[in-house]
């Protein structure tokens, strides 16, 4: 399947932290063998000191024009068929009745 009209936006900021870079490279690749053909976009916030997770996304959103957009912190795994289904519904719903999906069922923590 297509997910050209995806945007994937990963509120993100540069540290000086190999972990850090990591949990994003990961996050990206597993998204992407979810999603083939969606952007990608890192967001950063606007404030040079203080980041601010909304104001990153609120960056982002003001960059795109893709249709439909999928939040993604840089440290977060979703199943790839569970991202599916989720944009599946977006696609599949009059814009009236859903303009959002939170696909998740659960919080598991890695040691």
Do not use: W
């Amino acid at each position: 399947m297509d997910y050209s009209d995806i945007d994937v936006l990963i509120p993100y900021r540069e540290l000086s932290s190999p972990a850090r870079r990591g949990n994003l490279e990961c996050a990206k690749r597993h998204a992407e063998i979810a999603l083939p053909g969606a952007l990608f976009t890192l967001c950063d916030d606007s404030d040079p000191v203080n980041f601010n997770r909304g104001r990153a996304l609120n960056v982002g959103l003001m960059k795109t024009s893709r249709p439909i957009l999928v939040f993604l912190d840089a440290d977060f795994l979703l199943m790839p068929e569970v991202l599916q289904q989720a944009v599946n519904i977006l696609r599949n719903t009059d814009p009236g009745e859903c303009s959002y999906v939170v696909p998740f069922l659960g919080i598991d923590f890695l040691n």
